[in-house]
């Protein structure tokens, strides 16, 4: 139970810190590197969190609020989601159900995840100095390390792209295993046997449940 509710928290920390991932663009879009982006962010976010995670933990819609303020005019929304539905699904929607789709998950992930935010520390978090990028220059991935307590480091790598000439994280690796990749094959399953409008239900019954849970859970002794 232990290693799962930590395996859980280093998932909320490094989505957490992918959702917040855009606090940087708003201050030198222009001149921030892959590596830049991450690193700033964990300090912007620190810095946000600063003795404030009681609160921000009994006041969840501040928390989301403060999100949702930060992201959505930066995050590509539909470049994930995009990915996530995978061509043949992406191409088989039609534009209603892609945009209940990308709202749908958006939403879901910042209520499952936003308690990550709270769990965050950037004296955690080791970034590698230098990005890989892709052959056209276009892609990089930002290496990072998480240092958890009575247990393994944690490889925690953030893709990041470049749009609107800016540099977005767009989806985030944990040991190697990419959330994109894993909500993908997740979905696709679904679509295939329910069809996308149960699958966007489900997201969306999931958010409100999410959003009714205390943030901040004490461990059984």
């Known amino acids: 139970m232990n290693r799962m509710m930590q395996q859980f928290r280093v998932i909320a920390v490094a989505v957490g810190l992918l959702l917040s991932g855009t606090f940087a663009f708003a201050e030198d879009a222009g001149m921030s590197s892959p590596v830049a982006v991450v690193e700033q962010t964990a300090a912007e976010l620190q810095r946000s969190l600063n003795g404030r995670q009681d609160y921000y933990a009994q006041n969840a819609s501040e928390l989301y609020a403060l999100i949702d303020k930060i992201l959505l005019p930066s995050f590509d929304v539909e470049y994930a989601g995009k990915m996530v539905l995978g061509k043949t699904h992406w191409r088989a929607a039609s534009a209603a159900q892609r945009d209940r789709f990308i709202e749908a998950f958006y939403d879901f992930l910042i209520k499952t995840y936003a308690k990550g935010i709270l769990e965050f520390d950037q004296e955690n978090l080791v970034v590698v100095p230098e990005a890989r990028f892709s052959k056209d220059g276009r892609k990089a991935m930002v290496m990072t390390e998480l240092l958890v307590k009575s247990d393994d480091d944690v490889r925690i790598n953030y893709a990041v792209r470049q749009s609107d000439e800016r540099w977005k994280i767009y989806d985030v690796r944990i040991d190697g295993v990419s959330y994109i990749q894993n909500y993908r094959n997740q979905f696709d399953a679904e679509i295939s046997a ?28």
């Open 194 to 221: 329910q069809g996308i409008d149960a699958v966007i239900e489900r997201l969306e019954l999931e958010a409100d449940k999410e959003a009714g849970q205390p943030l901040l859970e004490t461990e059984a002794t």
